[in-house]
């Protein structure tokens, strides 16, 4: 019935991912990154707890069959005797809320809580037939703050956008943190100053409408101990004092929706401005050393005198002259050809007067 539970439980998963997968897949619900100033979280998942102190649990579960199966009569009875095993891996589904608030573009700040629950239990029948049940339970009630980075998407040749993600957290434990068993029950003692840490990868799997969903796989190491020993709720165990961990490998779907958006108008200047930068540093560097030639203009306004005869040639413009200048040299040049031509035709109009006369 328990690997049954557990089969539905992870259809149900899978049939979460593909469904967000699907949504993903979609052109108008294409993630690109996370806009919300602040919002709120949910966070499902499944966890394989680094608890090894099961084989405390097993060894006690091995001492009552052997002694159910000493007190047998004969072999009829004894074919009786029976027995189920822990499981080997601790295996549970962790839940988790919280909220989120992203302080400058791609740096986030969470603070949440989780609940963690494992039972694990078997069934052992005695010569009798009779059903008999041990069972242990692992619970967790840890609180976290956590830092979240936005991986920029030039550092990541898969993707143009802030999609994936390095998360950090700082975990606590709070009251309801315990180990409870058939033959009794241990609490944890839980410290102020912290208990353990996490780390996580995560990757913006769909985003739309303020509604984003993030996949992660972690690790983290959540170790308690308590006042109490495990010889307190287990036949033969240690009788020192108690420590566990209830951190261990974690994959996790964050859903998350935004209450407060940041300026839409504010993250596309700033994205500007790195574009900016970036050009800036890749165009090459301007050519000080030679000067740009300045475009000669026309002269304008200038009309040929037809009674004036050319004199030779004008002496050329040089090429590194501003244009402004281009009409007083042609000015100045055709100035002393005027008057030359003048003192020329002077002459001639005193010699014809006394003929004409």
């Avoid at 242990?136 to 840890?142: E, N």
């Avoid at 303020?210 to 240690?238: M, Q, R, W, Y």
């Avoid at 596309?268 to 000080?288: F, L, M, N, Q």
Wanted: glycine share 8%.
């Amino acid at each position: 019935m328990r690997q049954a539970g557990y089969k539905s439980i992870l259809v149900l998963f899978a049939t979460l991912l593909l469904a967000t997968g699907a949504i993903a897949d979609d052109e108008e619900s294409k993630p690109t990154r996370d806009l919300s100033r602040l919002s709120i979280f949910a966070q499902p998942s499944i966890s394989f707890l680094s608890f090894d102190q099961r084989k405390y649990f097993q060894n006690a579960i091995d001492t009552i069959y052997t002694e159910f199966k000493s007190q047998a009569v004969d072999a009829e009875e004894s074919l009786y005797v029976a027995k189920q095993n822990f499981q080997k891996v601790n295996f549970c589904f962790p839940v988790t809320a919280g909220l989120q608030y992203q302080v400058t573009e791609g740096h986030f700040l969470s603070a949440g809580i989780g609940f963690i629950y494992d039972n694990e239990s078997v069934v052992l029948s005695d010569r009798k037939n009779k059903a008999h049940n041990y069972s242990y339970t692992i619970q967790g009630v840890p609180a976290f703050l956590e830092y979240r980075l936005a991986i920029p998407g030039n550092l990541i040749t898969l993707s143009n956008g802030g999609l994936f993600s390095v998360a950090v957290r700082w975990y606590w434990t709070l009251p309801g943190t315990e180990i409870y068993t058939t033959w009794g029950k241990l609490e944890a003692d839980n410290k102020p100053w912290g208990a353990g840490f996490g780390v996580s990868l995560g990757y913006l799997i769909a985003s739309w409408n303020g509604l984003n969903v993030f996949g992660d796989i972690g690790f983290s190491t959540i170790k308690v101990e308590s006042k109490e020993t495990f010889a307190d709720i287990v036949p033969d165990g240690p009788t020192e004092k108690a420590k566990w961990d209830i951190g261990g490998l974690q994959l996790q779907i964050r859903m998350s929706f935004g209450l407060i958006k940041m300026p839409v108008t504010k993250l596309e200047d700033v994205v500007k401005s790195k574009d900016a930068k970036k050009a800036e540093g890749t165009a090459p560097a301007a050519d000080t050393t030679a000067a740009p030639k300045p475009v000669e203009k026309p002269v304008e306004n200038v009309t040929p005198d037809e009674n004036v005869a050319p004199t030779g040639d004008a002496p050329a413009a040089k090429d590194n002259a501003p244009s402004s200048d281009a009409g007083d040299v042609a000015g100045n040049e055709t100035a002393p050809a005027a008057e030359a031509a003048g003192n020329k035709t002077a002459p001639a109009a005193k010699e014809a007067q006394p003929k004409a006369e």
